[in-house]
């Protein structure tokens, strides 16, 4: 009867597993170096952007990529972009006047979120 019980828990789970990854739902994983760097959005004067990122790294750090969402009242754009300037090994540099493109002055609110970094070698 045990064995039964735990037949069916192992089949519920695969079940379980089967049915979330066809519905996209995925683990969220973190690659060890964007664990390790930080971003902060430092001030957001429409379209233009002034952001901060730190690497907690050991190694440079390249190719930053982050994804944007602009809002305001019934108005959204989402966005990506990315900084091919390095940062340092365990250094923070700021990055100011990034454009963001045909974003509509009337946007209030912004959200960033580091998506990418990539190691030099």
Known sequence: MTNHWIRT??????????VLSACGIQ????????QKTALELV?????????RIANYNGVPVTNARIAY????DGLE??????????IPAD???NFV???LGAV??????????LLEVQEIH
Not at 27 to 34: A, E, F, G, I, R
Not at 77 to 86: M, Q, W
């Open 27 to 34: 683990p969220s994983v973190k690659s060890p170096l964007l």
């Open 9 to 18: 828990g192992i089949l519920l789970c695969a079940v379980s597993a089967l």
């Open 43 to 51: 001030d957001w004067n429409c379209p233009v952007l002034w952001v």
């Open 77 to 86: 754009r989402k966005g990506s972009f990315t900084i091919k300037e390095v």
């Open 69 to 72: 969402e602009a809002r305001a």
């Open 97 to 99: 006047n990034i454009r």
């Open 104 to 113: 509509n002055p009337e946007y209030e609110k912004i959200s960033l979120k």
């Open 91 to 93: 250094a923070v540099r």
